[in-house]
């Protein structure tokens, strides 16, 4: 029982931290895309600003509950004690 639990620790904790490199690169995706378009031409800047809004919106919704799986799984690991026989 007890390896099968770190096992699937293990595993969601490898799919947040996975999880949290996909959010950096987006988010460094949004901010080049938006100097690009800040370049092609500044009248269209606010398009630009308006992505990179629009994804640190999304990055802040989306980590909420992958911070509170990872504190639950880190609080329900603290408390399960480990038998060994």
């Known amino acids: 029982m007890a390896?099968?639990?770190f096992t699937i620790r293990n595993i969601v904790f490898t799919r947040i931290l996975l999880?949290?490199?996909l959010y950096?690169?987006?988010m460094v995706f949004a901010l080049g895309f938006r100097d690009l378009i800040?370049?092609?031409?500044a009248e269209y800047e606010w398009v630009g600003t308006l992505s990179v809004m629009a994804m640190a919106l999304w990055l802040g919704v989306?980590?909420?509950p992958t911070?509170?799986?990872a504190a639950l799984l880190s609080i329900r690991?603290?408390?399960?004690p480990i038998r060994l026989r």
């Open 3 to 5: 390896q099968a639990l």
């Open 19 to 21: 999880g949290l490199a």
């Open 24 to 26: 950096v690169t987006l």
């Open 38 to 41: 800040r370049r092609a031409d």
């Open 62 to 64: 989306t980590l909420v």
């Open 67 to 69: 911070a509170s799986k």
């Open 77 to 80: 690991s603290a408390a399960t």
